[in-house]
């Protein structure tokens, strides 16, 4: 299995980025996805999710309103569209993919990980 995450890079405060996530070697349709961040020197946390077929989501309330995680299943891919952007935001950010029809913010749900995409956000 491998979750190649791409996207990242440098923009401004109230920018936006569009991460993506192409996964192979697995179902992907039979899989819950979830994006994660780790800031420099900080534990890593839950941004958001998204169930098998794509009709549930759930996401962190620090970015509650600003991204939407999205996947197109053609594609073996999974998106992270993210607004109005904040200094805060700046992490690596992975994704990752869970077995089984539920929503987790426990990374401990998910079974495999991607290698990361570096976000920075500026002011």
């Known amino acids: 299995v491998q979750l190649q995450a791409s996207g990242g890079g440098l923009v401004q405060a109230g920018g936006s980025l569009r991460l993506s996530c192409a996964a192979s070697?697995?179902?992907?349709?039979?899989?819950?996805m979830g994006w994660f961040r780790q800031p420099s020197g900080k534990e890593r946390e839950f941004v958001a999710a998204?169930?098998?077929?794509?009709?549930?989501?759930y996401y962190a309330d620090s970015v509650k309103g600003r991204f939407t995680i999205s996947r197109d299943i053609s594609k073996n891919t999974v998106y992270l569209q993210m607004n109005s952007l904040k200094r805060e935001d700046t992490a690596v950010y992975y994704c990752?993919?869970?077995?089984?029809?539920?929503?987790?913010?426990?990374?401990?749900?998910?079974?495999?990980w991607g290698q990361g995409t570096l976000v920075t956000v500026s002011s």
């Open positions: 070697g697995l179902i992907f349709s039979r899989w819950s």
């Open positions: 998204i169930s098998w077929g794509g009709g549930e989501t």
């Open positions: 990752a993919a869970a077995s089984g029809g539920g929503l987790s913010k426990l990374g401990r749900a998910y079974n495999y």
